[in-house]
């Protein structure tokens, strides 16, 4: 499946691109809301899934609006625990570790973060999880899910469309990467991907990507580490960084690398 082999539906808040695997069908949609996230429909014999919430109450109107009428066998509640009103009345399912994460844990932080930061824009209401996941398979609305736990919540694989959900890539942007050690964990996990042959690898931060990404990347997360290594503080890396990929978006999140890096 090529990344680009997509039909567009415009909706009243960012867009909708629809993946057609045959029995299966995959709405990417991107809500150009501030932080430009991306939540993933899975659709099979007209009934969807959900990965992961849309957290700014624009984005959530439209989406719940382009679901009306449709059946919703629940939502996969990950890294994006915020959202509370798309998809009230569907069953919702995370980990345990991953509800922690969204109640008490850095996503916590982050959602009274963007509270703050965007007022009424912002949902911050946290969904409620009705079914807790744990590491393997797991069968919502007819299609068949894999379950892979991580430190902070969890990664979705997709068998029938040959897909993986995990929550950050981008090919060419910066990434928030937790130091040596983090990116040494990023590195395997992409080349995991690499050696599965998945077709696409979806993010909520990114357009759904493929294995050539993946490698890109790869070699990103490696240059990073030896940047760090030649330099003494997080300024210099940071500038170190931004003039080798003088074109990478996401400076936040290289921000955010830097203290990592040199805390």
Not at 242 to 252: L, V
């Amino acid at each position: 499946m090529n990344k680009k082999n997509f039909t567009t539906v415009r909706l009243a808040q960012g867009e909708m691109h629809v993946y057609d695997f045959g029995g299966v069908k995959l709405h990417a949609y991107q809500t150009g809301d501030p932080l430009a996230d991306e939540v993933f429909l899975v659709e099979k014999a007209g009934r969807f899934v959900a990965i992961e919430s849309p957290c700014f109450t624009a984005s959530v109107a439209a989406l719940n609006e382009y679901l009306a009428g449709r059946e919703a066998a629940g939502v996969l509640v990950a890294y994006h625990g915020a959202g509370g009103s798309f998809l009230p009345d569907a069953p919702k399912y995370a980990t345990a570790n991953a509800e922690e994460y969204t109640r008490q844990g850095g996503g916590k932080a982050l959602i009274d973060q963007f509270t703050t930061a965007f007022g009424s824009d912002f949902d911050g209401s946290i969904h409620p999880i009705t079914h807790t996941l744990s590491e393997g398979e797991v069968t919502i609305g007819g299609i068949r899910f894999v379950i892979h736990q991580t430190a902070e919540a969890f990664d979705v694989e997709i068998p029938e469309i040959n897909a993986v959900y995990t929550h950050m890539l981008g090919h060419d942007c910066h990434s928030i990467v937790a130091g040596s050690g983090h990116a040494d964990a990023m590195i395997a996990q992409l080349r995991g991907y690499i050696r599965n042959g998945y077709d696409l690898i979806l993010t909520s931060h990114y357009t759904p990507e493929d294995l050539k990404d993946a490698e890109t990347k790869i070699l990103y997360l490696e240059e990073l580490k030896s940047i760090a290594s030649s330099c003494g503080d997080r300024a210099s890396f940071k500038a170190a960084v931004q003039a080798r990929y003088p074109a990478y978006s996401g400076e936040n999140y290289l921000d955010m690398t830097a203290g990592f890096f040199f805390s």
